[in-house]
C-alpha cells in the first residue's frame, strides 16, 4: 500500500496541534475573536496543511518550500502561545507549547530526510521517498 502524508507522524500531531489550539482559544475573550485567536488557529491549521500539500508536489525541492512553511508557522504559533500568557489569556501554556515543540522536532527531521534525498542527485518522487521515509522511521 502506497504511502500518505496521512501516515506521517508528523501530520499526525500537527493535527493534534490544531485540536490543542482550539481548545485552549475557546477561552480568549471575545473581542479577541478576530485578533489572536484567529491569527493562532489558522497558524496551527497552516502546519497539517502545508505538510499535506508538500507531500502532494512533483518533487522535493517543491516539496521542501511547504515544509519550511509549515515549520515557520510552528514558530508564529509558539510566540501567540507566549503573548496569550503575557495578555493574561492563558494561565499555563505547557501542553501547547509542548505539543508545538514536539510538532517542530518532528517536522525538522523530515525536512532533514528531505533535503538530504533531494541532494543526493537521486530522482525519485514524492511518494517513493515517503514510502521510504515511513519504513525509515518505524
Do not use: H
Amino acid at each position: 500500500m502506497e504511502k500518505s502524508y496521512q501516515d506521517l507522524e508528523v501530520w499526525k500531531q500537527a493535527r493534534e496541534l490544531v485540536r490543542l489550539v482550539y481548545q485552549i482559544t475557546k477561552s480568549f475573550p471575545p473581542e479577541e475573536l478576530y485578533g489572536l485567536t484567529t491569527q493562532i488557529r489558522r497558524a496551527a491549521i497552516s502546519v497539517a496543511s502545508n505538510i499535506a500539500e508538500g507531500c502532494g508536489r512533483r518533487n522535493a525541492k517543491d516539496s521542501l518550500r511547504f515544509f519550511f512553511i509549515a515549520r515557520a508557522s510552528l514558530y508564529e504559533i509558539e510566540t501567540q502561545i507566549l503573548l496569550a500568557l503575557d495578555l493574561g489569556f492563558l494561565d499555563e501554556i505547557e501542553g501547547p507549547r509542548n505539543q508545538t515543540i514536539k510538532c517542530l522536532k518532528l517536522l525538522n527531521g523530515f525536512i532533514k530526510y528531505f533535503q538530504s534525498r533531494s541532494s543526493d542527485g537521486q530522482q525519485t518522487t514524492i511518494n517513493e521517498q515517503l514510502e521510504e521515509y515511513g519504513n525509515n522511521n518505524r
